[in-house]
């Protein structure tokens, strides 16, 4: 069936620090492809999407590209910020329902 | 305005108990969810339901109902709870059923904590 894989965290970073949070996913098609934020003991804000294959999502300074080439849609902000501090979901649509992958967290620290 | 609100926020309950999940959407979307989120932040889809019908239907096990008594609303009620469904319940809704290659994006509450002691 269809998955999602996401780097293992948690990561931490120094505020300024350049992101990267990898993600490559496994389904038949071409779905949708999505990263949330979950922010602590807050439920999930949607960060970005992207539709199709090479589109970029762009939210807050983060962004990612959907690669079909490499299943990969990964996440990359230019310089972190301690409010950056949470927990990122990838996940794709299929058929209605979304596959998350397992969470990574970001701790940034100032 | 709360666009998906849940409650209760927190439910702390003994095993072998019933209890329900409230969740009421005001975005006028035609598709509810509801997710559990383990002690490891795993998220996995339970059921969904456009327009009062159940459309996705994992393999959960059937102390688990939901129920839609209006599109802006879908309750989860669990019979003879165990302590393996301590967890995060989490709702959500989206304006339509997506297809693979719809964006329609799944606006989620901020969840309810269970603890089943």
């Known amino acids: 069936g269809d998955s999602v894989t996401q780097m293992e965290g948690p990561v931490t970073l120094s505020e300024e620090a350049f992101l990267t949070i990898n993600c490559t996913y496994t389904a038949t098609g071409y779905p949708s492809l999505f990263w949330y934020v979950q922010y602590p003991g807050e439920g999930l804000q949607l960060l970005l999407k992207a539709t199709k294959a090479d589109d970029k999502g762009s939210n807050k300074g983060f962004e990612a590209t959907y690669r079909k080439e490499t299943t990969s849609f990964h996440l990359e902000k230019g310089s972190v910020q301690v409010s950056d501090s949470a927990v990122y979901f990838c996940?794709?649509?299929?058929?209605?329902?979304?596959?998350f992958g397992q969470g990574t967290e970001l701790s940034v620290k100032p | 305005d709360t666009a998906v609100s849940q409650t209760p926020k927190y439910l702390v309950t003994q095993m072998g108990n019933d209890k329900s999940i409230k969740c009421e959407q005001n975005?006028?979307?035609?598709?509810m969810y509801w997710y559990k989120q383990d002690s490891k932040k795993f998220l996995k889809i339970m059921f969904s339901y456009n327009n009062k019908e159940l459309i996705i239907n994992e393999t959960v096990p059937n102390r688990f109902s939901p129920k839609s008594p209006d599109k802006a609303h879908l309750n989860l009620h669990i019979n003879s709870l165990e302590l393996g469904d301590s967890a995060v319940y989490f709702c959500?809704?989206?304006?339509?059923?997506?297809?693979?290659?719809?964006?329609?994006?799944?606006?989620f509450g901020a969840g309810t904590r269970l603890s089943v002691l």
């Open positions: 959500a809704s989206s304006q339509v059923f997506s297809g693979p290659r719809m964006g329609y994006i799944q606006y």
């Open positions: 996940a794709l649509n299929q058929g209605g329902k979304l596959i």
């Open positions: 975005l006028g979307h035609d598709t």
